[in-house]
């Protein structure tokens, strides 16, 4: 049995699920998204992400007809229709059907989905063994230009990082800013540890807020661990202690070789382990209920 699609108001069958070749998410990647997860039949940091959702979608000047708690339970409701309790949800909003110019004004209407699905971006054994990293040559997109810190549907520069990390058959590529200090992975943050202190680029470095990268920090600073935003080079990576990429999909997994040299010992480093375990530990308890006998309470939106 497929999976059912909330599109446009309605929840279908995902063969159903048809947009508009007109569309300009498709045409022209117009459009916002997040990734979300869900853990132990609970959202995890649902609020967080609803709200880049629509920053995003501001910043780009596309107004989403729902409100955030709307879109809050087209969330929980498509995980409902999906009998999901552990997996990943992506609500999209396009700047939807258009003609084929440019002008979002042809534009009357925006497009939503969102689908539910499970996911496992990495094998457990690269969370136990660590992952290896190139740097490409593929540059961060100018903040002036794209915005990283917008999550939107054009990820063709983190695409051609992808492509160039698979030319070398290694899991993920660390991506440099166009001064060339560390930015971040093609779909996660990066952070290293140096002297004890937990070290991940400011969001000027042209990175996405990650909202895992922003738990992290938490969790680490809850555990006594200095956390620093600051730019970095890959001097710092291949000589730091330890280093390890956050992400929705991809969670806290440890890297262990940059460029061929070795990240510390070459092992996951002892801190990155203990907040693998802590993140796992916080996303069992902490989220907005999906299956309940009353429905999950308000959450704080701005």
């Given amino acids: 049995m497929g999976l059912i699609i909330y599109l446009d108001g309605k929840f279908v069958p995902e063969e159903e699920a048809v947009v508009s070749v007109f569309d300009h998410g498709l045409l022209y990647g117009d459009g916002v998204f997040e990734g979300i997860r869900a853990y132990n039949n609970r959202v995890f940091k649902l609020t967080e992400h609803i709200n880049r959702l629509y920053d995003s979608a501001r910043t780009i000047g596309l107004e989403i007809p729902l409100k955030p708690k709307e879109m809050h339970?087209?969330?929980?409701?498509?995980?409902?229709?999906?009998?999901?309790?552990?997996?990943?949800?992506?609500?999209?909003?396009?700047?939807?059907?258009?003609?084929?110019?440019?002008?979002?004004?042809?534009?009357?209407?925006?497009?939503?989905?969102?689908?539910?699905?499970?996911?496992?971006?990495?094998?457990?054994?690269?969370?136990q063994k660590g992952l290896t990293l190139i740097t490409v040559a593929t540059r961060q997109n100018l903040s002036e230009a794209l915005n990283p810190r917008v999550k939107s549907l054009n990820y063709l520069n983190n695409i051609l990082a992808k492509i160039e990390a698979n030319l070398f058959n290694v899991p993920e590529a660390v991506m440099l800013n166009q001064e060339g200090y560390v930015a971040e992975a093609s779909g996660d943050n990066i952070f290293i540890i140096r002297d004890g202190i937990l070290i991940t680029p400011p969001s000027y470095a042209g990175i996405l807020e990650g909202v895992t990268r922003n738990t992290v920090m938490e969790l680490a600073r809850s555990r006594g661990i200095k956390v620093k935003e600051s730019l970095f080079n890959r001097h710092d990576i291949y000589n730091a202690t330890e280093c390890f990429l956050t992400g929705t999909a991809a969670e806290v997994i440890p890297a262990v070789k940059l460029d061929g040299r070795l990240i510390g010992n070459g092992c996951p480093g002892e801190i990155t382990k203990s907040l693998i375990t802590a993140f796992r530990q916080l996303t069992q308890t902490e989220g907005a209920l999906i299956f309940a006998d009353e429905q999950a309470g308000s959450l704080p939106y701005r």
């Fill in 73 to 127: 339970e087209v969330v929980l409701e498509t995980c409902r229709r999906n009998n999901l309790k552990d997996g990943y949800i992506r609500p999209v909003v396009t700047r939807g059907k258009g003609d084929l110019g440019l002008d979002p004004r042809k534009c009357p209407k925006p497009t939503i989905f969102c689908i539910s699905d499970s996911i496992q971006l990495y094998p457990e054994e690269l969370y």
